[in-house]
């Protein structure tokens, strides 16, 4: 089975990159102001934190990163559960009214 994200804008930076570089794709409003940025996560316990506060899992972390950086960003959207195969994942987002476009998208599942 393969997981379609057709409707996704992604943005593939490697690891070292600056999160500044993230600002390249913003897009302005015409007041001037910083466009919102959204970001998506999917996965499992990895991207959920198991066990540990919401505020201490990837997600809200990377967020927290940005918005320090300068970024506009909203609270992540979260699709994941600790054990989900990638077909469990798959019905999560199908199971999800999602926004048209993310301008972050992470994925973070099986890694153990």
């Avoid at 201490?56 to 300068?70: D, T, W």
């Avoid at 960003?73 to 600790?82: L, Q, V």
């Amino acid at each position: 089975m393969a997981l379609c994200f057709a409707t996704f804008q992604l943005h593939i930076m490697s690891p070292e990159a600056p999160l500044s570089s993230i600002a390249m794709h913003e897009q302005h409003t015409n007041a001037g102001q910083q466009k919102v940025l959204h970001y998506l996560a999917l996965g499992d316990s990895y991207t959920i934190g198991e066990s540990v506060p919401l505020y201490e899992s990837f997600p809200y972390q990377a967020v927290h990163l940005m918005r320090k950086k300068g970024l506009n960003i909203a609270a992540p959207e979260i699709i994941a559960r600790t054990g989900w195969t990638t077909d469990e994942l798959n019905s999560g987002i199908q199971a999800t009214q999602l926004m048209p476009l993310y301008d972050l998208v992470s994925l973070l599942i099986g890694v153990n």
